[in-house]
């Protein structure tokens, strides 16, 4: 196998000996994170250590055994049907589990990788132009801006998994119209990426998670609970509501983390951004907001001007088609909305409030 690298391309054999002596010495630090996971990946540890995203909370440093990366790489390779000599494209940061990940099913799989700086909108690679890629991992930001500058690009990969953030309905539509076969994934650090997959359009669409051979789930006051041989004995208690169907299908509803008790009716945050999709053309999140009344309600958040977005009436059709509790009372319109370094959106309405348009 080979990995493309800038203007880097360099055989499996010398992997290690260029991460030790160009990659930590570049001045690109996606790179500099490339080169620091091979090294771990091939010191004498049998751990390698990875931080949370920190999503729901400060990130948390966890040891994974090598062993059970190496299983989840295969155990992926079987769901997309990856083999030797394939062509893969990693465009996630390798210092959390996601793009470190990617190096290890081109390691593990024996699969060509082109890796390319973590950026909102790709550009085809330079390496790639007149070939397939037949792998590759984004994020629903990354996808839609890539659609946005360089659609072909996207056309060009035969399949794309896509995590971090929910899929919305806007870009749901846009990749019915794909060549590439797209899938959502449900995974997280703790469970070494995806453990469970949909594909999101053309002929084997489906409308609910199945997870991959050898995952057993169950719940526990509607939390997903998750246990797989390469995690060890313990189960993974999520904080992730949802709905099973059968022994391996569910479909997700959104994280009790986020639920808005609203005097003592649970509001799901994600579900209510679902139904707002089709109306509001920016960036935005629904999250809990202070209420004597009730204790908490709903709050919508834009990444907008004020009175561009106000000017739409389709949002206020939207807001007033809502049931009376799920309607947010305030709208709050901010220049940015705040992420982690993985590009996950942050919900603390505290953030936001002071910075309000």
């Not at 729901?56 to 079987?78: D, W, Y």
């Not at 083999?83 to 699969?111: F, Q, T, V, W």
Request: one cysteine or more.
């Amino acid at each position: 196998m080979k990995m493309y690298i800038q203007d880097d391309i360099i055989d499996r054999k010398d992997l290690e000996s260029w991460a030790r002596d160009q990659g930590k010495s570049s001045e690109e630090g996606w790179v500099t994170d490339i080169a620091e996971s091979i090294i771990s990946w091939f010191d004498t540890s049998d751990t390698i250590t990875i931080s949370t995203s920190g999503s729901t909370g400060r990130p948390k440093l966890i040891n994974h055994c090598k062993e059970s990366m190496k299983t989840s790489a295969r155990m992926t390779a079987e769901r997309f049907q990856l083999r030797s000599g394939m062509r893969s494209h990693n465009c996630l940061p390798a210092r959390y589990i996601a793009g470190k990940m990617m190096l290890i099913r081109a390691l593990e799989i024996d699969m060509d990788q082109i890796c390319v700086a973590p950026k909102l909108a790709l550009h085809m690679p330079e390496v790639s132009k007149g070939k397939r890629i037949h792998f590759s991992a984004m994020t629903p930001m990354q996808l839609s801006a890539t659609l946005d500058e360089c659609p072909d690009f996207i056309n060009r990969i035969d399949q794309l998994i896509l995590g971090g953030a929910p899929i919305s309905r806007s870009l749901m539509m846009r990749i019915q119209a794909l060549e590439t076969r797209t899938y959502a994934t449900y995974g997280m650090t703790e469970t070494i990426t995806h453990i469970a997959t949909k594909q999101v359009n053309g002929s084997g669409r489906q409308e609910v998670f199945e997870t991959l051979d050898g995952v057993e789930i169950y719940t526990e006051d509607g939390n997903l609970i998750i246990k797989a041989k390469h995690f060890g004995s313990d189960p993974i208690k999520t904080t992730d509501q949802v709905e099973l169907i059968g022994d391996r299908q569910f479909r997700w509803i959104g994280r009790s983390d986020d639920v808005i008790n609203r005097g003592g009716v649970k509001i799901h945050p994600a579900e209510v951004e679902y139904k707002l999709s089709h109306a509001i053309t920016h960036r935005y999140i629904v999250t809990a907001e202070g209420d004597k009344g009730s204790g908490f309600k709903p709050a919508l958040v834009i990444e907008s001007n004020a009175y561009s977005e106000l000017q739409n009436n389709h949002l206020l059709q939207a807001i007033n088609s809502l049931g009376k509790l799920e309607r947010p009372e305030n709208i709050y319109f901010v220049k940015q909305l705040i992420e982690t370094p993985t590009g996950k959106v942050k919900r603390d309405i505290n953030l936001y409030t002071s910075k309000a348009t």
